[in-house]
């Protein structure tokens, strides 16, 4: 996964004006009006002290006097309020734009990714990055890009108009200015070219902190903390990355240092030069007590335009970053709908594999040349040890991953020549880590069905044993579920959250069924329960199931035993038993710890 795309400063600025433009147009032409304004104030502020000296060295009159005080104070008056509603107008445009629009944005991208690229090292990374992005929103983040591209752009302007009032002094004054700009300038960018590089290393350790913020303090693995005491290495990992993020937030605060201590030598130096100017000239009588005034401010006021040129420059150029960052995340490959041929199936199809293999992120292949043709209708059971393949399998059937070479072919069509979408259409499937949404059990079940046939879901909810379970809820099949997160919600049990992740499966009604330890939660009643009814689960399907309870294969037409990343036996129970190999170990294994009252392995 190599993004060859050149993401310049111009590109970024287009991407994302136009998206804030399009997001929010009068909140981003009000917040315009910051620049206009804070110019103003700025000429105003050192024009003040030359008016006054002098109005006072050249009396006109009080009227007069105060004519020009009421007409200078009315002035910055406006540009005052001014310059406060458009940076409010502009911070909350910003954060809405943030929160609504980039993240919806990042939303959408992690559900069209293509799989194997959102599951990869790579894209992992880049996500992660993106997302970090999104929750500074104007504080710091993508969000502080049009805070301080307006910044930068004010002391851009503020500096020539400024500069055009120096260059009547002497060219000396502009030249050493300019000189000691330009060597600010090079040591901020030097800083922050370091500072980017750190990012990767910023974004891993965010990961882990995340990881430990968000999955250790929900209901499942509160046992588990109490139960093996794991509070305290808990604790430990937490501080590990902690201090990750603190050393690298230490090297990000050294450079900074190094830029402030060049930048507080060069004003120094640059103060004595200009001021030696200015003061030989006034004692010359070229420039008058006035003059001396306005030009005293305005190389004060120059001196700190090209202070936050300097810092303004590092400062965008992060935010620059960000926008790259974000960029690269939302041009990773979707799955493919553009190119290939929609499939429709009208029944259970044929499922071939020839010479298929597959590795992860270019490492040792996890599957290698495996090869099997599935008959229409039939029920295979997928069998081996942890780690086996038994999964990535799985996924490269039903279309999340794709081939490194061999191809598989739906009703003599390769997958390659499908589109992701249509070959989605025509699987149902239960993973190991599926997860519920907080809405009700009803749309839990029926997902993005608009027109849902109320007699099927019935008949399903009743195949999968919850019509008591959802009778006993004061709200019925309308109960929401995450109870921490809606309101009336319930929480199902892990044998009643699979029944209903295999009730979404075979409510779908595709002719394609994938269950991946689909009853490993359920106790052994309810588990008997799906078995028995298999066949009715499956009914004019061609399905795939995966267990580690050997016992609960039998009822499936074929056995595949897949070990070391290829199929190592493969026919029904009483055949592979006949055989003697691996799953006749296996199976005698596992049916030894029943006989004996012990737990299945």
Not at 373 to 378: C, F, I, S, T
Not at 448 to 460: F, G, H, I, M, T
Request: with cysteine; net charge neutral.
């Amino acid at each position: 996964m190599n993004i060859k795309r050149k993401y310049t400063i111009f590109s970024n600025l287009h991407f994302y004006l136009k998206e804030c433009f399009n997001f929010d147009r009068i909140g981003f032409v009000f917040a315009m009006l910051l620049i206009p304004s804070r110019i103003l104030k700025s000429l105003v502020t050192i024009f003040i002290p030359k008016l006054v000296i002098d109005s006072i060295q050249n009396f006109d009159g009080e009227s007069v006097f105060l004519m020009r005080i009421l007409l200078v104070t009315v002035v910055m008056a406006v540009a005052s309020i001014t310059e406060l509603l458009a940076k409010n107008t502009m911070e909350h445009s910003m954060n809405s734009f943030v929160l609504v629009r980039l993240n919806r944005l990042w939303a959408e991208k992690a559900s069209t990714m293509d799989y194997e690229v959102f599951t990869s090292e790579d894209g992992k990374q880049s996500a992660e990055k993106a997302r970090i992005m999104l929750e500074g929103t104007t504080r710091w983040g993508i969000g502080t890009y049009v805070p301080r591209l307006l910044e930068l752009s004010v002391s851009f302007i503020g500096f020539v108009v400024y500069a055009a009032l120096l260059v009547c002094v002497h060219p000396l004054v502009l030249a050493a200015l300019l000189v000691t700009y330009f060597i600010s300038l090079m040591a901020t960018l030097k800083a922050e070219k370091k500072k980017q590089l750190l990012k990767g290393d910023a974004a891993r350790a965010e990961r882990k902190m995340n990881y430990f913020a968000y999955n250790t303090r929900g209901l499942s693995i509160a046992k588990d903390i109490r139960i093996y005491s794991m509070r305290q290495w808990i604790t430990q990992m937490t501080t590990l990355a902690r201090l990750d993020l603190r050393r690298i937030d230490e090297k990000n605060q050294d450079y900074q240092v190094h830029v402030l201590i060049i930048n507080s030598i060069i004003v120094l130096l640059r103060d004595g030069i200009v001021y030696f100017v200015l003061i030989y000239l006034t004692l010359e009588g070229r420039l008058t007590i006035g003059d001396f005034a306005l030009y005293a401010a305005a190389i004060n006021g120059l001196g700190e335009w090209l202070s936050l040129i300097t810092s303004g420059i590092g400062a965008f150029r992060e935010a620059d970053n960000n926008v790259t960052d974000f960029r690269k995340f939302l041009d990773l490959p979707d799955e493919d709908n553009t190119t290939g041929k929609e499939l429709t199936l009208t029944s259970a199809p044929e499922i071939e594999l020839k010479n298929v293999a597959f590795s992860y992120n270019d490492d040792a292949p996890v599957l290698s040349d495996v090869s099997l043709k599935v008959n229409p209708g039939e029920k295979i059971a997928i069998v081996g040890t942890n780690g086996a393949g038994k999964t990535t399998l799985i996924k490269l059937i039903c279309g999340l991953l794709k081939p490194k070479s061999g191809e598989i072919l739906i009703n003599g069509i390769p997958t390659g020549n499908i589109t992701a979408k249509s070959f989605a259409n025509n699987v149902s499937a239960v993973f190991q880590d599926s997860a519920l949404l907080p809405v009700s059990i009803k749309k839990n079940i029926i997902m993005n069905d608009s027109d849902a046939d109320e007699k099927s879901l019935a008949r399903v909810i009743s195949l999968v044993g919850l019509t008591d379970k959802i009778a006993s809820l004061e709200n019925g099949i309308e109960t929401p579920l995450v109870k921490h997160i809606s309101e009336n919600g319930t929480e199902f049990s892990g044998g009643e959250h699979q029944k209903l992740l295999l009730a979404r499966a075979i409510y779908k009604n595709s002719p394609i069924l994938i269950l991946d330890e689909p009853t490993a939660a359920m106790d052994p009643i309810a588990e008997q329960n799906v078995y028995m009814k298999y066949n009715e689960l499956a009914k004019d399907k061609t399905s795939f199931f995966i267990s580690h309870r050997l016992s609960s294969t039998r009822f499936c037409d074929r056995i595949i035993l897949i070990d070391g990343g290829s199929i190592k036996e493969m026919g029904t129970h009483d055949e592979l038993m006949k055989k003697g190999g691996l799953y006749h170990d296996m199976y005698t294994l596992q049916s030894k710890y029943y006989q004996e009252g012990g737990e299945a392995v």
